[in-house]
């Protein structure tokens, strides 16, 4: 089992930047891929970023990208989502995922096992 636990969002106004972490307990991130997504008041939740199995490959939505970046410590068992330039659209619920399925070269598709109870960021025009 793993419990995956989510901070640093919150209430900024657009163009500032927030950090947000993942902080992973019960299963070391060792080489699983890692992902993060968001979800909108009224919207499905969406694909945000993945770090893949072994840290081979990072991706991002077409949205984010340039402006997201994501990494991860194993020695501190957290994953970040730095964001930056941030938009009223990127207003949502955001969540850290952890998927235990084997290698691939499109993380986003995942099956994704365990995820946080999600940390809220608010982005005001």
């Known amino acids: 089992q793993a419990q995956l636990v989510e901070s640093g969002g919150g209430l900024v106004q657009a163009g500032d930047s927030l950090r947000l972490s993942c902080t992973a307990s019960?299963?070391?991130?060792?080489?699983?891929?890692l992902g993060w997504f968001r979800q909108a008041p009224g919207k499905e939740r969406e694909f945000v970023a993945a770090?893949?199995?072994?840290?081979?490959?990072?991706v991002y939505a077409d949205s984010v990208k340039g402006r997201f970046t994501t990494s991860k410590d194993n020695a501190k068992n957290t994953m970040y989502l730095q964001m930056n330039s941030l938009k009223p659209e990127d207003t949502a619920v955001y969540y850290c995922?952890?998927?235990?399925?084997?290698?691939?070269?499109?993380?986003?598709?995942?099956?994704?096992?365990?995820w946080g109870p999600g940390t809220q960021v608010t982005v005001s025009s």
């Open positions: 019960g299963r070391t991130f060792g080489n699983y891929a």
């Open positions: 995922a952890l998927s235990l399925a084997d290698y691939s070269d499109y993380p986003q598709f995942l099956p994704y096992d365990y």
């Open positions: 770090i893949g199995w072994g840290g081979l490959r990072k």
